[in-house]
């Protein structure tokens, strides 16, 4: 399956097919969603709100990111033929891609999610992306919800049973008919004036509680 996968991923309509695959697929598993409610109301009432994942566990976003369609939400994605398909993919759930990535034309795409967050009120940023190390928190994310005057969620998926490919993140699909809990802890709310020391204390805060649930 995953040869055909990645067979699949080489030609123009990936993002297409890999989102009809992934809807299909997570249609068939439970999924639950804890600890939604305090950020959602805090978009609601007209906060900004950056979103924290692990690239390992995109795969899920395309059955969770459609109920945030009307907000127009951006993710952060390069050019290489990994992060066009996944664009192609997020287009399809209604959200709008901002090019570029942490290790490629960083300050322009750092800007772009800025402008966007600012304007829209909710992005969302995989915080290892787009080629490691895994389980490594990068600074964008710290970046961008400090520029926005964002507060940051952490967001991690537990999944009973996964297939993990032999890629750099060990990327996870579910199998079919598992049972999926998106898990959300409470607000990150940043200090208005930060110096390089603050900057990563945050990013090391945001590891720990993140990387218990990545399998590495």
């Known amino acids: 399956m995953f040869k055909k996968l990645r067979r699949i991923a080489k030609t123009k309509p990936a993002g297409a097919i890999i989102y009809w695959i992934a809807r299909l697929c ?4 439970r999924m639950k969603i804890e600890n939604e409610a305090q950020w959602f109301s805090y978009l609601e009432q007209g906060g900004r709100v950056l979103v924290c994942g692990w690239h390992q566990q995109l795969f899920i976003g395309v059955r969770l990111f459609n109920k945030y369609r009307k907000y127009q939400p951006s993710i952060m994605s390069s050019k290489s033929l990994d992060g066009q398909i996944a664009a192609g993919v997020a287009k399809r759930t209604g959200f709008y891609t901002v090019w570029g990535s942490s290790s490629n034309s960083a300050s322009a795409a750092l800007k772009g999610m800025i402008h966007r967050l ?16 895994a389980g490594v928190v990068k600074a964008g994310a710290i970046a ?5 005057g964002a507060v940051i969620v952490p967001g991690v998926v537990i999944v009973d049973r996964a297939w993990y490919l032999r890629s750099w993140d060990r990327f996870m699909i579910p199998k079919p008919f598992a049972r999926i809990t998106v898990k959300y802890f409470p607000i990150i709310e940043l200090p208005p004036e930060m110096d390089k020391a603050e900057y990563e204390n ?3 805060k945001l590891e720990i ?3 218990p649930y990545l399998k590495l």
């Open 118 to 133: 600012r304007d829209y009120r909710l992005a969302v940023h995989f915080i290892d992306g787009p080629r490691g190390p």
């Open 26 to 29: 997570c249609a068939t598993c």
């Open 209 to 211: 509680i993140m990387q």
């Open 202 to 204: 945050q990013r090391k």
């Open 144 to 148: 961008i919800a400090h520029g926005a």
